[in-house]
């Protein structure tokens, strides 16, 4: 039997399947400050086990440790009706053992959540680092008051109590986000990727920046104007570039081969990143970069990047959505199809990998801003078809407080409101969800059948990259 203080669990969608192994990026930072007071900790990727042992039960494993306290993430609303499934199993066989969850998608719905599922005991909001030693120090060694720990939802006498998110962690440099030793199964954290584990492909980690965003990008939680909503913050935080290049130095002295960001370093400017860059070349490290530009790339950003990383394991993801410029700057991406085009020409001379989304369903969609779509898909194909450039046609979904929510437009159909709502969503293994209401209709899959149309010439060609 193991004996620790503190059991982590990451869920999946369901425990049918293995999907969204990303643990929440800073989970490896609350785990290690537990780690510093003193606490024993242990983690387990439930998408990991499920992928290693198609067979794994959860409940066995739990019969085999002794644990105080159960911490289960509850961050993105895909993970509404694992994370749940996992704290009734936990309370099936330790009734008394407490549980707290966190994360975006228990800030948003904690009184929901506690309402609806008494096995949760506490839900830790927006920043936890500070309230979740708090808490372990209350419930375990009987320290302070339940009444002075902040950002915490709980019920107390069939009242449920919801704190205002009063802190706030100011010093993400504190944190320790690269030790992953908690976690069972450790090395195979490396080769997750969101269906489980994928073990050819080039070994990855997360690099944190920080929290919050500088964009306000309309069908996402994370945007600017939620700050204050999910973490009680109006500006972004974010580490110092000697701390973020000390972590992928220590990363890749560990076996990582490639890099992937919280954020894109393009927006806290030149400085920043070049800051960054020059220390990974200063030790001669020479590793991957798998990126998310959040607007597109600049070319001196290019620049840097191809002088500091391996220049063949680089990919850029640049999210386009539409091929007509007012959808795309309504919702969010504030870049005009000639500055677009320029810096596609200027990646052709690199031999990193580019690949642009486009979205199924946008905003004010119509036939005549599809054609501008799909016309602009054909002529990046034919412009730039090699083995480094892909083409995606994908549905974007709408988050629980995206901020078009509040739209009056008509092809919005907010279908998924409560958390009851997510959580039946993820039972019922729906992943027709998009929260627009031509995802329905006729014309998205006439949009569907204009890309396929496109696809089917270019695979004659020879070139396959579209998805
Ligand atoms: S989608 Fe937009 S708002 Fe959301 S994190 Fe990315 S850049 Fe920020």
Redesign the pocket.
């Known amino acids: 039997m193991k004996n620790i203080d503190v059991l982590y669990i990451h869920p999946s969608r369901s425990l049918d399947n293995t999907l969204y192994a990303f643990m929440p990026i800073g989970i490896p930072g609350l785990l290690n400050l537990l780690k510093d007071e003193g606490y024993s900790v242990y983690g387990i990727n439930y998408s990991i086990e499920k992928s290693l042992d198609n067979t794994y039960s959860l409940k066995e494993e739990l019969e085999n440790i002794n644990y105080k306290v159960l911490m289960i993430d509850l961050h993105w609303y895909e993970h509404s009706y694992g994370a749940i499934e996992i704290a009734k199993i936990s309370k099936l066989i330790y009734p008394n053992i407490p549980i707290i969850i966190g994360g975006l998608t228990s800030t948003i719905f904690d009184k929901e959540i506690l309402e609806n599922f008494d096995c949760i005991d506490y839900i830790l909001k927006g920043d936890s680092e500070k309230p979740l030693l708090d808490l372990v120090g209350f419930l375990l060694k009987g320290k302070g008051n339940i009444k002075d720990i902040e950002n915490i939802s709980y019920v107390d006498n069939g009242s449920i109590i919801s704190k205002e998110l009063t802190y706030c962690l100011k010093d993400l440099d504190s944190i320790n986000y690269v030790d992953h030793s908690f976690l069972k199964n450790e090395k195979m954290y490396m080769y997750t990727n969101t269906i489980g584990i994928d073990l050819k492909r080039n070994k990855n980690a997360w690099i944190y920046i920080g929290r919050g965003?500088?964009?306000?990008?309309l069908?996402?939680?994370?945007?600017?104007e939620n700050m204050v909503t999910l973490w009680g913050r109006s500006k972004m935080t974010y580490r110092s570039p000697e701390r973020v290049a000390k972590d992928i130095i220590e990363f890749a002295n560990n076996g990582v081969e490639v890099v992937r960001f919280s954020h894109?370093l393009e927006m806290f400017g030149k400085e920043y990143y070049e800051a960054i860059f020059k220390m990974i070349r200063d030790n001669n490290v020479k590793i991957g970069f798998n990126y998310?530009c959040?607007?597109l790339p600049s070319k001196h950003f290019i620049d840097e990047l191809v002088k500091t990383f391996d220049e063949e394991k680089i990919i850029l993801d640049i999210?386009l959505l539409s091929g007509n410029e007012e959808i795309r700057y309504k919702m969010?991406k504030l870049f005009t199809n000639e500055r677009l085009f320029n810096i596609l020409d200027y990646l052709k001379k690199f031999k990193c990998v580019t690949r642009v989304y486009y979205s199924i369903n946008v905003l004010d969609e119509t036939l005549h801003t599809l054609e501008e779509t799909m016309s602009q898909i054909y002529h990046l194909a034919y412009k730039y078809m090699s083995d480094q450039f892909f083409i995606c046609y994908q549905k974007v979904v709408m988050d629980p407080i995206a901020l078009m929510r509040g739209l009056k437009d008509s092809n919005i159909y907010v279908e998924l409101n409560s958390f009851m709502d997510y959580y039946k969503y993820c039972q019922n293994d729906n992943h027709n969800y998009t929260g627009y209401k031509d995802s329905m209709s006729e014309f998205f899959q006439y949009k569907i059948d204009r890309y396929e149309e496109i696809k089917k010439t270019f695979k004659e060609k020879g070139y396959t990259n579209l998805y």
């Open positions: 965003c500088k964009h306000n990008c069908y996402c939680d994370s945007a600017r894109d998310d959040f607007q999210t969010g």
